[in-house]
């Protein structure tokens, strides 16, 4: 089965200067599990996940001895976010090294990707690297299941 025949094709796309507060929305709508950063041209050039953002905004999210120093105090937390991310857009908070997929590769290939980068969304990217579409573990188990009357 090909990638083609079960990717998401209904995405969130962005541009470099597309500010944090729109990525953040994008999210919110739950589009897709990514939000898509793509150059003039519509080529890919870095993603956009949920840790990312959370990353930027709040930067004792990734340190967990810095986390429980912290006061459980939600104007800490709020006066935090708006400081760290007032002034963000996607070229600031995104990946840009990216594993991608064909839409011509395999469920395997995909599982395979998943395995060896600790995925669990890849963007389908065309020949003139365009993103089509996205593919999820979730969604390869659904088929693979289904497919054999599970």
Known sequence: MRLRELMRTNLSRARRDTPFGELVAA???????????????????????????????LPFYVDSGLARALPEDAMVVREGFAAACRDKTAG??????????????????????????????????DVTGRVVGEVTRRTILVVLAGSCGL
Request: aromatic share 8%; net charge negative; proline share 3%.
């Open 92 to 125: 600031d908070v995104m990946t840009a090294e990216v594993v991608t997929v064909s839409p011509d590769d395999t469920v395997f290939a995909a599982e395979a990707y998943f395995a060896e980068g600790r995925h669990n969304v890849l963007p389908v990217v």
């Open 27 to 57: 999210h919110r709508r739950r589009d897709s599990r990514l939000v898509y950063v793509e150059d003039e041209a519509g080529r890919l050039v870095g993603v956009v996940s949920c840790y990312d953002l959370l990353r930027t905004a």
